[in-house]
């Protein structure tokens, strides 16, 4: 079975504060993607990485970046945290050229921004 | 126009019954269809996806798109206490993927 792991279930952050979200795989994907997720609003791409040092824009990037040193681990920093951060994050991961039809999520982030 | 548009509920029905869950979209250029499960306080889980128009069939469950209406379902027969969950529809082409934004579904004991 595929295996996302997310480093914290919750986590409280105060504004301003630099916030990593981690992300690791254990499947070999090529794919991995960070979401967001608020009440009302579903769902939404904020980066993903097609490979190692790779990154693309979602969505919704501004005040996030990313990082992807190794093939397995997918990393999401809010440089300066803001109350407005506060959701869930996912994190997923696919295998596979684009492979945004068979993506397989973390069990989420909840960042709490004070 | 939204680009995807799911009817959040909550829907509740029996135990047993047929579930249908919908959504409809406006960009004719998606191009695979997907359904996801989340349980409360879990991330997704992918129940199916499909590419273009047709059905699907997974065990008790049945994926159908109709690209000409721009329509996609999700058929749950003998629906379980164990299938309550939010589904998320989604769709994606190239490197854009939307998604709907959930249907709370209760199934009652």
């Known amino acids: 079975d595929v295996k996302v792991t997310q480093s914290s279930r919750y986590l409280v952050k105060r504004t301003g504060e630099k916030v990593f979200l981690e992300c690791v795989q254990d499947m070999d994907h090529e794919n991995m993607f960070w979401y967001r997720q608020d009440p009302g609003l579903g769902l939404r791409l904020i980066y993903f990485?097609?490979?190692?040092?790779?990154?693309e824009k979602g969505d919704i990037p501004e005040g996030y970046s990313v990082s992807r040193e190794k093939k397995e681990r997918f990393s999401l920093i809010l440089e300066s945290a803001s109350t407005n951060q506060t959701s869930m994050y996912l994190c997923?991961?696919?295998?596979?050229?684009?492979?945004?039809?068979?993506?397989?999520f973390g069990p989420g982030t909840r960042l709490l921004v004070l | 126009q939204k680009e995807v548009e799911q009817d959040p509920g909550p829907l509740s029905v029996p135990e047993g019954a047929i579930v249908s869950l919908n959504c409809t979209y406006s960009n004719s250029a998606f191009q695979y269809f997907m359904w996801y499960r989340q349980y409360s306080r879990k991330g997704p889980e992918l129940l199916m996806y499909t590419y273009s128009s047709g059905n699907k069939e997974d065990g008790r469950f049945t994926a159908q798109v109709d690209k000409s209406s721009k329509y996609i379902s999700l058929f749950i027969r003998d629906s379980q206490p164990s299938d309550s969950a939010t589904y998320l529809c989604?769709?994606?082409?190239?490197?854009?993927?939307?998604f709907g934004k959930g249907t709370r579904l209760h199934i009652l004991p």
């Open positions: 989604a769709m994606c082409r190239d490197d854009k993927i939307i």
């Open positions: 997923a991961s696919s295998i596979g050229s684009g492979g945004l039809e068979t993506q397989y």
């Open positions: 990485s097609y490979d190692v040092k790779m990154k």
